[in-house]
């Protein structure tokens, strides 16, 4: 049983846990695949992997951000079919008008209603943690001092 055929088990709260979408939407992103696929395939070649495997893949590592080597060994497919299998997924439902994502720009326009709110938040100014004062009672700093005493 492979990860699509488990997840299409699960009920409704379950695969919104697991995947991050809910059923329809799920199925809504395996139609604009699904397409994809038949577009580029009709002219015949090797399947790979199916559709629903990669949806399902490609679901998985956004949602958990897996490594590959570990999606790999659970699902028993090689890790570069994984790779491939996610960045398809990604590119075809950024080419669908459905699943583009907005341009970040387009919420700064002035006039717009909906607002971005930006926190910054800098950590460049925080504090070494290390020892300031009385560091020679500890440690001296030289290899050699050390050694002598390691000997003697």
């Not at 577009?39 to 998985?60: A, D, N």
């Not at 897996?66 to 996610?86: G, L, T, Y």
């Amino acid at each position: 049983m492979n990860a699509y055929e488990k997840i299409e088990k699960l009920q409704e709260k379950d695969l919104k846990l697991i995947t991050g979408v809910t059923r329809p939407v799920f199925y809504r992103m395996l139609d604009v695949l699904k397409k994809k696929y038949v577009e580029e395939h009709s002219r015949g070649g090797r399947p790979g992997l199916t559709v629903e495997l990669r949806l399902t893949l490609s679901l998985e590592y956004w949602r958990e951000y897996r490594s590959f080597r570990h999606m790999a060994n659970d699902h028993q497919i090689c890790k570069s079919k994984i790779n491939e299998a996610v960045i398809w997924v990604e590119n075809v439902l950024n080419e669908s008008e459905e699943f583009k994502l907005k341009d970040l720009k387009e919420g700064f326009k002035a006039g717009t209603e909906d607002s971005i709110e930006v926190v910054l938040i800098d950590v460049e100014e925080q504090p070494i943690e290390r020892p300031k004062y009385n560091q020679e009672t500890s440690y001296s700093g030289k290899k050699s001092d050390i050694r002598r005493n390691i000997k003697s």
